[in-house]
């Protein structure tokens, strides 16, 4: 896929970020159940997954720093995760790249990660005061599964505009 | 930065040149200063996205309160329409405990006289102002040509005995089999006897006709029961004198005499009868 056209649908998910975050809006007191929408990270994984790891770092820094500073307003969390989560793809490239199945349960795993990082950090560097089992329960479990779907679509997407290109230039 | 490739240079170029501006636009923010980037940047994703999505949001929003005021509505229009229902069941209920209570003191004036407490079973609107059915019977102690009276006077007399139900002709029947003996009571202790023989739709009025034509009556005498006659004891009223009609001679031909119920509706009656109370 072309860089601009990766940039664009990289932009279009973020907003799509917002506007489920927006719609959506969490308890953050974990009372009823939520989720947090990681539609961008997903789209940045299953575009850039098949990359070199140094650009993947690259990229991942770049598209963090990017959503930090204008959608997500959470410097530097994204800025950090993003290309480490990346580099950590890259490394399961060879395992990953040729069936569907694995790739998403990486990806769900990556939005685990990506989720349960920062709470651990501010929860042990007691920024963050919260049951953690009710934590897990009310969002971490959505948050995994329905990015998971998101993922699948995605994937659909990316894999389907990448066989158009593919035709294209054959 | 040589064993990066083009890209790898450019975005790593790109990191350094949005971490500087990013940091510094931090850093203007927090010493209060204006923040033209950030704010244009705030301004068109508001513009844009935000703001059309909040708005989208608000009108699905608006339409679900407004299906569910619609269901509120239904709700309400149907509690209203139940009030009004209980409303009416209430006022029913209310009428006839007022008809029980007078016929208990109907019953308690009743000292010397047979009564049996019924209800209105049937009224065809066909003989409306004819017969009616009540819930008493034989077995009740019901016999023919006993007085059926209201708690506001006599109403009629019983006509067919059932064991468990009566027929009863009403006074305002156009064909009455039997004549009512009745009295007019005077000031001076005397009473004036007649018989009630007839109803005149027209006049909405008995037509009572005096046994002793010389006597005088006024309007605006009670009417009641004589006793005389029949199987009913004397007193109970019958109804008011409204009219008095003299034939050439100056002498009393018919007295009109205004039912004292309404007819028209009750649903709980007294069957009076003489003899000793049951």
């Given at each position: 896929?072309?860089?601009?056209?990766a940039?664009?649908?990289?932009?279009?998910?973020?907003?799509?970020?917002?506007?489920f975050?927006l719609?959506?809006?969490?308890?953050?007191?974990y009372?009823?159940?939520g989720?947090?929408?990681?539609?961008?990270?997903?789209?940045?994984?299953?575009?850039?997954?098949r990359?070199?790891?140094k650009?993947?770092l690259?990229?991942?820094a770049?598209?963090?720093?990017?959503?930090?500073?204008?959608?997500?307003g959470?410097?530097?969390v994204?800025?950090?995760?993003?290309p480490?989560l990346?580099?950590?793809?890259?490394?399961l490239?060879g395992?990953?790249?040729?069936d569907?199945?694995?790739?998403?349960?990486?990806?769900?795993?990556?939005v685990?990660?990506?989720?349960?990082i920062?709470?651990?950090?501010?929860?042990s560097?007691?920024?963050?005061?919260?049951?953690l089992?009710?934590w897990?329960?009310?969002q971490?479990?959505?948050t995994?599964?329905?990015?998971?779907?998101?993922?699948?679509?995605i994937?659909?997407f990316?894999?389907?505009i990448?066989?158009r290109?593919?035709n294209?230039?054959s | 930065?040589?064993?990066?490739?083009?890209?790898?240079?450019?975005?790593?170029?790109?990191?350094?040149?949005?971490l500087?501006?990013?940091?510094?636009?931090?850093?203007?923010?927090?010493?209060?200063?204006?923040?033209p980037?950030y704010?244009?940047?705030?301004?068109?994703?508001?513009?844009?996205?935000?703001?059309p999505?909040?708005?989208?949001?608000?009108?699905?929003?608006?339409?679900s309160n407004?299906?569910?005021?619609?269901a509120?509505?239904?709700?309400?229009?149907?509690q209203?329409?139940?009030?009004?229902?209980?409303?009416?069941?209430?006022?029913?209920?209310?009428?006839?405990?007022?008809?029980?209570?007078?016929l208990?003191?109907?019953?308690?004036?009743?000292?010397?006289?047979?009564?049996?407490s019924?209800?209105?079973?049937?009224?065809s609107?066909?003989?409306?102002?004819?017969?009616?059915?009540?819930?008493?019977g034989?077995?009740?102690?019901?016999e023919?040509?006993?007085?059926?009276?209201?708690?506001?006077?006599?109403v009629?007399?019983v006509?067919e005995v059932?064991?468990?139900?009566?027929?009863?002709r009403?006074?305002?029947?156009?064909?009455?089999?039997?004549?009512i003996?009745?009295?007019m009571?005077?000031?001076?202790?005397?009473?004036?006897?007649?018989?009630?023989e007839?109803?005149?739709?027209?006049?909405?009025?008995?037509k009572?006709?005096?046994?002793?034509?010389?006597?005088?009556?006024?309007?605006?005498?009670?009417v009641?029961t004589?006793g005389?006659?029949g199987?009913?004891p004397?007193?109970?009223?019958?109804?008011?004198?409204?009219?008095?009609?003299?034939?050439d001679?100056?002498?009393v031909s018919?007295?009109?005499?205004?039912?004292?119920?309404?007819?028209?509706?009750?649903?709980?009656?007294?069957v009076?009868?003489?003899?000793?109370?049951?």
């Amino acid at each position: 896929m072309k860089l601009r056209n990766a940039f664009l649908i990289m932009i279009l998910l973020a907003l799509l970020d917002e506007l489920f975050a927006l719609w959506g809006a969490m308890d953050f007191t974990y009372q009823s159940f939520g989720w947090v929408p990681y539609l961008a990270f997903s789209g940045m994984y299953l575009i850039f997954f098949r990359w070199d790891w140094k650009t993947q770092l690259y990229l991942g820094a770049f598209i963090g720093l990017i959503y930090d500073f204008c959608f997500g307003g959470s410097f530097p969390v994204n800025f950090i995760l993003y290309p480490l989560l990346l580099v950590e793809m890259s490394i399961l490239k060879g395992f990953i790249q040729g069936d569907r199945v694995y790739r998403i349960l990486t990806g769900c795993f990556s939005v685990f990660l990506l989720e349960v990082i920062p709470v651990l950090i501010a929860v042990s560097f007691k920024q963050l005061h919260i049951s953690l089992v009710r934590w897990f329960v009310h969002q971490v479990v959505l948050t995994v599964l329905v990015n998971g779907v998101f993922m699948i679509l995605i994937d659909g997407f990316v894999r389907d505009i990448e066989n158009r290109n593919e035709n294209k230039v054959s | 930065m040589g064993k990066l490739n083009k890209l790898q240079r450019i975005l790593v170029i790109l990191i350094c040149f949005v971490l500087g501006f990013g940091t510094a636009m931090f850093g203007l923010r927090q010493n209060s200063l204006s923040n033209p980037g950030y704010s244009a940047w705030t301004y068109i994703k508001y513009g844009l996205f935000e703001y059309p999505l909040t708005s989208a949001r608000n009108v699905f929003s608006d339409i679900s309160n407004l299906w569910h005021v619609y269901a509120d509505n239904e709700y309400l229009n149907e509690q209203l329409a139940q009030q009004r229902s209980y409303k009416t069941l209430y006022e029913e209920e209310k009428n006839k405990n007022q008809e029980l209570e007078s016929l208990l003191e109907v019953q308690n004036a009743l000292e010397d006289a047979k009564y049996v407490s019924a209800t209105v079973l049937e009224r065809s609107s066909k003989s409306w102002n004819q017969t009616i059915t009540i819930s008493a019977g034989s077995s009740s102690g019901v016999e023919k040509n006993m007085l059926v009276a209201t708690s506001d006077g006599a109403v009629g007399l019983v006509e067919e005995v059932q064991s468990s139900t009566s027929i009863v002709r009403l006074f305002t029947t156009e064909t009455m089999t039997n004549d009512i003996a009745v009295k007019m009571s005077m000031e001076d202790g005397t009473s004036v006897e007649g018989v009630l023989e007839s109803y005149d739709a027209k006049r909405n009025a008995y037509k009572v006709y005096l046994l002793n034509e010389t006597e005088t009556v006024a309007i605006g005498q009670n009417v009641a029961t004589s006793g005389k006659g029949g199987n009913y004891p004397s007193g109970i009223f019958v109804g008011t004198v409204v009219d008095i009609k003299m034939n050439d001679d100056a002498i009393v031909s018919t007295v009109y005499v205004k039912p004292a119920t309404n007819i028209s509706g009750f649903d709980y009656c007294l069957v009076i009868g003489s003899g000793v109370a049951q």
